[in-house]
């Protein structure tokens, strides 16, 4: 996991249904649990502003809706869930960081806790919120094993269980402490199938007080922002000044041309085989899982870690296309800012090189198993679970989800037909397929005559000028 430095600094909240995570994030900020409340499915992300506002952000849609918890009907009137609802609160703790709830591990499944691993990466801090009565399962064990090795810092809440804490007796019959039990018998646990977290510290919750745990969050986010900071540099080597190309820079634009067949042709191909085993799930989870009424939440979920697939491919490729053919010209490696000022070039002479619709659309899978687009930047925010900042990368997102009529062909109870769901998910999932192929071809070629215009521009002054 990297991050990046301008990232705002944030704790994002995982665990078990039933841990009473709404309550932790509540006493935090010393509100009401019920503020909380977001349709099954949807991140919540509490962001500090001067007036308080709560927004849903519906796939399919440019604008984001009002959402009411204290109005039931507004939630069930969006044609499909959200994919985040932002809180936006004064509450001073706010400046120091931003809060994220996401949905129970155990609705996230595999693809689902890799959304909420980048969210972490980026957000910097990882809080595990679990009841005392609730123990480890395996894929809350799988989440934490993964985080072990980053920079994400992980901080444990253990709450009260539906009967409290526990009263035990020591081996003489005097009584000890049932809070102090509990939280070491969970940290026992834990550390017995992922040790690389002992030093992860454990706050229990009691009584709602949650002011050791609002402490240490503070305190690591002061460490955080300062060691960011250091990350990020007002100015880095070649971000000014002319730069100039080498004597004898070879056949560059042939060693591009076939850069930028090979990249797409590879992203083109990984996408396809991660669809086919895509559709294996999606057929397992309607025959042995939810069925139909779960093929919506299932495949939107998958989606999404698809567009977070396919978007890292397509940065990490253009990252090395600039860094390789620039180097062949300006020498290689690139100082950080001239690679910086060569792709801010590309990004902006872009739009002289698409063909057909904007780059910056949504891909929306429809009711019909067709896939229709979105255009903008608005767009493509909606579908975002947790926000980042404005991208510097050469090409926007790639992003996928569910039009709402999904949801409601699916949920009504006449369109229970698995063999019906299937034969629909093959086509849908076909679809996506073709479309994302022809997107990605359509990407690469925009990238391959912008960044070859650049360093021709380059090439034929001597200097980079951009």
Known sequence: MTVDPREPLGVVAVGPAGAGRANVLAALLDLDAGMFTVPAGSWLVV???????RSAYVPGYRAPFSYRVDLPEVGPALARPPRRVELNLSAPLLKRYVLVDTPDISSLGRTGTGVVLDAAGRAGALLFVIAADQSFSAAELHLLAEVVGS?????????????????????DGTAVDPIAVTVEAHRAALLAAVPGLARARWFPIVAGDALDLRRALVGWASDEGLERSSLDPPDVPGLYGRVPVLPEPGEWSELLDRQVRSAGRRIRQHLALELAKLHLRVVQEIVFGTGCAGLPQLLDREMEALSLLATSQCDHAVR????????????APLPEGVRRRIAKAVRWGMSDHVTGPELERVLLITSTAGVASLIGAAAIDALVAYPTVPRTEVLPPVAVSLAGGCWQHWRTPANADQSAARAWSQRALREVELELSREIARRFEA??????????DAAEHGILLA
């Open 447 to 456: 990238v391959r005559l912008s960044l070859g215009t650049v360093l021709s």
């Open 320 to 331: 090395e296309l600039v860094e390789d053919v620039g180097g062949r010209l300006f020498g």
């Open 47 to 53: 962001r500090h502003a001067a007036e308080a506002s």
């Open 151 to 171: 920079r994400v810092e992980v901080f444990f809440a253990v709450t009260p269980g539906a009967g409290g804490w526990a009263s035990p007796e020591s081996a």
